[in-house]
Nanobody, 122 residues
Framework: QVQLVESGGGLVQPGGSLRLSCAAS????????MGWYRQAPGKGRDLVAT???????HYADSMKGRFTISRDNAKNMVYLQMNSLNPEDTAVYFC????????????????WGQGTLVTVSS
């Protein structure tokens, strides 16, 4: 019943920037961890960044310094600001939520969005 919907993907030139958004819907009380993962063509799904309710962040080494993850707990949203993009960043980006607690007392251990495609090309 809890769903994640990503937006903001598209085509961007190398060196450009893009901002992804993810909205969690449902009668949500809290989400312990929200994050972004990506899957490049022919590759597996890799961690991009995560952020806790206390706004403690973790980044994959290749993204650190270029990407910034943030969240709005009141709106149950998470964002990914991507700067200095290069063609290697081309991938489907997935939103993730862990330990989602609902108003009815239910707990979702792991929820995934449908993904949004980011293409970095000139």
């Amino acid at each position: 019943q809890v769903q994640l919907v990503e937006s903001g993907g598209g085509l961007v030139q190398p060196g450009g920037s893009l901002r992804l958004s993810c909205a969690a819907s449902g009668s949500i009380l809290s989400i312990e961890v929200m994050g972004w993962y990506r899957q490049a063509p022919g590759k597996g799904r890799d961690l991009v960044a995560t952020i806790t309710t206390g706004e403690i962040t973790h980044y994959a080494d290749s993204m650190k310094g270029r990407f910034t993850i943030s969240r709005d707990n009141a709106k149950n949203m998470v964002y990914l600001q991507m700067n200095s993009l290069n063609p290697e960043d081309t991938a489907v980006y997935f939103c993730n939520a862990q330990n989602v607690r609902t108003n009815s007392g239910y707990r979702y251990g792991n929820v995934w969005g449908q993904g949004t495609l980011v293409t970095v090309s000139s």
